[in-house]
């Protein structure tokens, strides 16, 4: 281990060491150098407590770190083997594992792919549209994200320095996203009548492209790194309608709104819309990287070749999603239960917290999936992106991990099996700051 320079705490310490070599990513403002965590606790190389409501990006669905079940799973299969070369060699887990996973999905469903990560889940639904429907273009929404690989980054349009210098995207057309609280055309729901599907009809499948030459439309459920973006429950079965018309297949990304956190298992079943092909990634791999893309068995198959790749089914990866999996099974009951509560107890408070602070204009979610969208005023509605970080800098001083998303939301997704204690301390944590952010902005007003 390197050296403490003098004056510095293990965390600054680090951060100027990765500062040095590492290549930038999207690190958060706040000086936090994970060193171990367990249920909805983490804790810093420094020794400090805090309580998680990021779920480390919606990994930890089931507790930081996973069960000891998880661990167990996966030391177990790793002191066997780890790499089988699962494209080209066969295995039994893996394919014990699509057997377990395909009795959660729509009726139909049975062929499944497995990759290492979201945006690779998501490549694979690109290719796989283009090769069911043998067109070229694609459909996505302007505030999706769906990651930042080529493919996957030409459908993602949440921010421009995620795609720049590295267009163009030509077979990507972006359209508005039902972005209520901000709507794109100026409108009002329900009086608007889904003015953004007329939009889809109107210009881009009339005036860009053939309906005929569209292979997909691709979507989150909830938009996640857009800014935690709820659409009218109505949505998607009126979108799913203009689709069918003309053979477009619906990906649904459940990336990060799968596995259980909106209280389903899939995030699309809240809408009562079954897709075609689903992506999954993040927390189905229970703390290990593993991303899975699951087709329509009407679809059909690709080509021997088409699509493949090296890591993809991992066995001590896939003995871990395995064992939550199976928990998951048992107890699905009680989870959705339990979800639903936490969800509806959060949401009471964060609708409190909107009556009672001028800058938080708006709270949305669903489950366990909730934001908190941060304003200079809420007849104004501007997005306050700097008062959003000091109230994330004040609660990380007070115990309190969170994420930002969109323009100037915070995330609320802690793990679905935090405690009503925890739940409602990092919640009076939260609050603290907001009203301390609040009372220093109104006295600048």
């Known amino acids: 281990m390197a050296r403490l320079r003098k004056g510095k705490s293990k965390s600054e310490n680090i951060i100027a060491r990765d500062n040095a070599i590492m290549i930038k990513t999207t690190r958060e403002p706040y000086n936090f150098v994970a060193e171990s965590g367990t249920g909805e ?6 020794g ?16 930081v770190n996973s069960s000891e079940a998880v661990r167990k799973a996966i030391a177990e299969q790793s002191s066997k083997l780890m790499h089988s070369a699962f494209t080209d060699f066969y295995a039994e887990r893996p394919v014990h594992f699509a057997e377990s996973l395909m009795k959660f999905m729509p009726a139909g469903f049975g062929r499944i792919f497995f990759s290492n990560s979201g945006t690779e889940a998501n490549e694979a639904a690109l290719k796989f549209s283009k090769l069911f429907t043998k067109r070229n273009y694609v459909l996505a929404f302007y505030g999706g994200f769906h990651g930042r690989t080529k493919g996957s980054l030409a459908l993602t349009a949440s921010k421009s320095v995620q795609r720049a210098y590295n267009g163009p995207f ?3 057309i972006h359209v508005p996203f039902p972005y209520c609280y901000r709507c794109p055309l100026k409108q009002t729901y329900p009086d608007c009548g889904f003015a953004c599907i007329d939009y889809i009809k109107k210009y881009p499948l009339s005036k860009e492209v053939d309906p005929n030459e569209v ?8 938009q996640g790194e857009g800014g935690y973006i709820v659409p009218p429950k109505d949505y998607f079965k009126e979108l ?3 689709l069918d018309e003309h053979g477009i297949l619906m990906v649904s990304d459940e990336v990060q709104a799968g596995y259980m956190r909106t209280g389903k298992f899939l995030a ?34 690709i080509p ?25 099974s048992r107890n699905k009951a009680r989870i959705e239960s339990e979800i639903r509560a936490k969800g509806r107890t959060a949401m009471k408070r964060m609708e409190k917290m909107k009556e009672d602070y001028e800058i938080v204009g708006d709270v949305r979610g669903m489950g366990m999936m909730l934001a908190i969208e941060i304003v200079k005023d809420k007849i104004g509605k501007e997005p306050a992106p700097k008062l959003r970080e ?7 001083a007070n115990g309190l991990i969170m994420l930002p998303t969109g323009e100037s939301a915070i995330r609320i997704i802690p793990p679905l099996t935090i405690s009503e204690h925890s739940l409602s301390k990092g919640f009076d944590i939260l609050e603290r700051a907001i009203a301390k952010i609040n009372a220093e902005s109104s006295r600048r007003r």
């Open 240 to 242: 799913k309608k203009v």
């Open 170 to 172: 030509p077979d990507v």
């Open 215 to 222: 292979a997909a439309l691709v979507t989150e459920p909830i």
């Open 304 to 328: 021997e070749g088409a699509h493949a790749n090296t890591f993809g089914g991992n066995l001590a990866v896939i003995a871990g999603a395995q064992a939550q999996l199976e928990h998951i």
């Open 48 to 63: 400090r407590k805090f309580i998680d409501f990021s779920s480390f990006i919606s990994v930890y669905n089931f507790g």
């Open 268 to 301: 699309m079943d809240n809408f009562g819309v079954k897709a075609d092909i689903y992506t999954m990634a993040k927390s189905i791999g229970a703390g290990l990287p593993l991303g899975v893309t699951i087709v329509d068995k009407r679809l059909g198959n």
């Open 41 to 46: 606790f983490v804790y810093d190389v420094d």
């Open 390 to 396: 000091r109230i994330m800098m004040e609660s990380f």
